[in-house]
């Protein structure tokens, strides 16, 4: 959830929280199709059991909102990958069979798709957890329903025509969890602002600049980390770094010497959160110049330093994406793109994506 909590208090969930249930849910999901009759094997609802179980490990502190900022050039699929190959060395080999099936190299798609899908358990869990917990009641999916009308022709995974309507109001639900929780104007601002101090915290750390830190997170601040030198002693390391690292490390940098790192540490720390204007159409140059003029006149800094506090950024949502499509099973025997057989006209236009365009800058005094 990044920072969501400032916007949402109760946004307190961890992705162990979310791991867990989302292990539930494909045991359920394994029940359901074994009783339509489609078979699967002990050693493959194991496999199913162990990777949705690992497949966000690699995710780093505060979950998306760093995920490029402490290391560059490998997402937290790779590393969860990683993970995934470490602990199969650990284990002798047990977990190859997940390791394919989270690949997508095992010859049963449809168990790839419970693991990586525009409807895959991964989704089921984290969009009615996150309702949940911010309050956002419109996320309030029915995972339940949804598993209890999957099932497998093919060997794609498909939802029954009785689900249609479920499905619609996931995907409904998706695209509005997006804008209100995890897309939300101030979450934005905040997670802009984090990814703000650690590029300050590194670019000091490159000139050798003291920067309190725990060992772990030392490590990736003084080290550039990529996917070419992403060992085994990176992985170890990498695991050890959470979320209170980054926190008490900025909480430290409130008092630092370096004006631009302790400014964004302290506005942070106190919620003196960036102003954020939100937009359809790009933001001018002439705009951000502005901004950033105003700013340079009030704080006295250079118009280099003055980007790590006004600066220029888009979001996109696409809640369904045809090109990998949620197929319904009809009466008749037949698949339908859920866009083509539901009577929503909307759903033609949730797999366009949806861009919007902001800036930031500090409130005034």
Not at 35 to 46: D, H, L, P, V, Y
Not at 266 to 284: A, T
């Amino acid at each position: 959830m990044g920072l969501s909590n400032l916007v949402y208090p109760g946004a307190n969930h961890t992705r162990f929280h979310h791991a867990v249930g989302c292990l539930d849910l494909m045991q359920k999901t394994v029940r359901v199709l074994r009783m339509k009759g489609i078979k699967i094997s002990a050693k493959e609802e194991n496999a199913l059991c162990i990777a949705i179980l690992l497949h966000d490990i690699g995710h780093g502190a505060f979950s998306h909102a760093l995920e490029h900022s402490i290391v560059s050039g490998i997402t937290h699929e790779e590393i969860s990958l990683k993970y995934m190959h470490k602990l199969n060395q650990e284990f002798k080999g047990r977990l190859d069979l997940a390791i394919e099936v989270f690949t997508g190299k095992y010859h049963r798609k449809f168990l790839h798709q419970l693991i990586s899908s525009q409807l895959d358990i991964d989704r089921l869990d984290y969009l009615k957890r996150d309702s949940f917990y911010t309050g956002v009641a419109e996320g309030n999916i029915s995972s339940d329903r949804l598993i209890a009308m999957m099932n497998v022709i093919d060997d794609e995974l498909v939802i029954e025509k009785k689900g249609i309507y479920s499905v619609e109001k996931f995907l409904i639900a998706r695209r509005l969890m997006y804008w209100q929780v995890y897309l939300h104007k101030t979450g934005l601002a905040a997670e802009h602002m984090l990814v703000k101090i650690l590029m300050r915290a590194k670019e000091l750390a490159e000139k050798g600049v003291e920067l309190y830190s725990s060992t772990s997170f030392r490590f990736f601040l003084y080290n550039k980390i990529n996917k070419v030198n992403f060992d085994d002693k990176v992985l170890d390391t990498f695991s050890k770094l959470d979320d209170y690292d980054i926190l008490s490390a900025i909480k430290e940098w409130t008092n630092h010497s370096d004006k631009i790192l302790s400014d964004l540490s302290r506005m942070l720390i106190n919620r003196d959160l960036f102003k954020i204007e939100i937009q359809d159409k790009k933001i001018s140059e002439e705009h951000e110049l502005n901004r950033t003029i105003q700013f340079m006149a009030d704080s006295g800094l250079f118009e280099k330093d003055a980007s790590y506090f006004v600066f220029i950024g888009s979001i996109t949502n696409q809640a369904y994406n045809s090109k990998q499509p949620i197929k319904i099973l009809t009466k008749k025997g037949n698949l339908k793109d859920i866009a083509k057989a539901s009577d929503q006209l909307n759903l033609q236009a949730l797999s366009k994506p949806v861009t919007k365009h902001f800036i930031c800058f500090p409130k005034k005094k």
